[in-house]
């Protein structure tokens, strides 16, 4: 069965980075795009970054350009979300989503406070 499972949240100071991590399984992984979606307390859950099978094309909202990387190795089946010059509005449960067939992973918590 497809199994998603994030890493690498926790507590950083605002202007610190993370790279969040996403290991994929149960499916042929170099055929699917991946997206890496938040949800903020209190709001809906948002599209944070994109990538497609190939890496060839990604796409990012407007909030996190310039200074989030979503990046993707197809050998070892994970997707990443390097995340640098956070900010408190970053603060969010991480989600990672395969769209074709609508799977997510549990979320991984990313808090950006002093």
């Known amino acids: 069965q497809v199994q998603l499972v994030e890493s690498g949240g926790g507590l950083v100071q605002p202007g610190g980075s993370l790279r969040l991590s996403c290991a994929a399984s149960?499916?042929?992984?170099?055929?699917?795009?991946m997206s890496w979606y938040r949800q903020a307390p209190g709001k809906e859950r948002e599209l944070v970054a994109s990538?497609?099978?190939?890496?060839?094309?990604?796409n990012y909202a407007d909030s996190v350009k310039g200074r989030f990387t979503i990046s993707r190795d197809n050998l070892k089946s994970m997707v990443y979300l390097q995340m640098n010059r956070l900010k408190p509005e970053d603060t969010a449960v991480y989600y990672c989503?395969?769209?074709?067939?609508?799977?997510w992973g549990q979320g991984t918590l990313v808090t950006v406070s002093s």
């Open positions: 149960g499916f042929p992984f170099r055929y699917y795009g």
């Open positions: 990538v497609s099978n190939t890496a060839g094309t990604t």
């Open positions: 989503y395969r769209p074709l067939g609508g799977y």
